[in-house]
T-cell receptor
């Protein structure tokens, strides 16, 4: 059972480059989310989705785009990378029930130079 | 505006003793609370949760207590084991489902033999 799979695990970008962080889940979860974790801070919500075709912004959405064309996949796009986007990114998925937990991927460590 | 706070960045406990991790929140509308455990280079893994209608939830060595009047929750681990050494995050949810979690900054727990 793969759960939530994120690719790549590590990435170095130059300022201004674009890239897509991939996230896929095989648990048929309707809800998916992207978080970033910075030193000394907890995870902060970037974008989330409650189903295919439905996305919304979280706490720190600037500089990131998302789309959800299938239940399984929820890619996160950086349009023009900035050093402030150096972080560890986590994707999560969950069932649309109350009192349920989110399952997290292993994370993508991104460095923007 | 940090809605969920873990004021102790680190905690050191002797093996076999009780570990108590604390978490405070400011938004009285939070409906559901979760604790996650995180090892280096891995994603957070769910540990235990509690609904706002309860004041205690127990699962094996782990117990979570919720004091709504004080807006405070705590995680008790007893007895503590070396494998419990990790960073612990508390998280809270305003709405049904776990797609929009608000995290604390984390507490690094070290269990000493």
């Amino acid at each position: 059972n793969a759960g939530v799979t994120q690719t790549p695990k590590f990435q170095v970008l130059k300022t201004g480059q674009s890239m897509t962080l991939q996230c896929a889940q095989d648990m048929n979860h309707e809800y998916m989310s992207w978080y970033r974790q910075d030193p000394g801070m907890g995870l902060r919500l970037i974008h989330y989705s409650v189903g295919a075709g439905i996305t919304d912004q979280g706490e720190v959405p600037n500089g990131y785009n998302v789309s959800r064309s299938t239940t399984e996949d929820f890619p996160l796009r950086l349009l023009s990378a900035a050093p402030s986007q150096t972080s560890v990114y986590f994707c999560a998925s969950s069932y649309p029930n109350s009192d349920t937990e989110a399952f997290f991927g292993q994370g993508t460590r991104l460095t923007v130079v | 505006d940090q809605q969920v706070k873990q004021n102790s960045p680190s905690l050191s406990v002797q093996e076999g003793r009780i570990s108590i991790l604390n978490c405070d929140y400011t938004n009285s509308m939070f409906d559901y609370f979760l604790w996650y455990k995180k090892y280096p280079a891995e994603g957070p893994t769910f540990l235990i949760s509690i609904s706002s209608i309860k004041d205690k939830n127990e699962d094996g060595r782990f117990t979570v207590f919720l004091n709504k009047s004080a807006k405070h929750l705590s995680l008790h681990i007893v007895p503590s084991q070396p494998g419990d050494s990790a960073v612990y995050f508390c998280a809270a949810s305003l709405i049904q489902g776990a797609q929009k979690l608000v995290f604390g900054q984390g507490t690094r727990l070290t269990i000493n033999p």
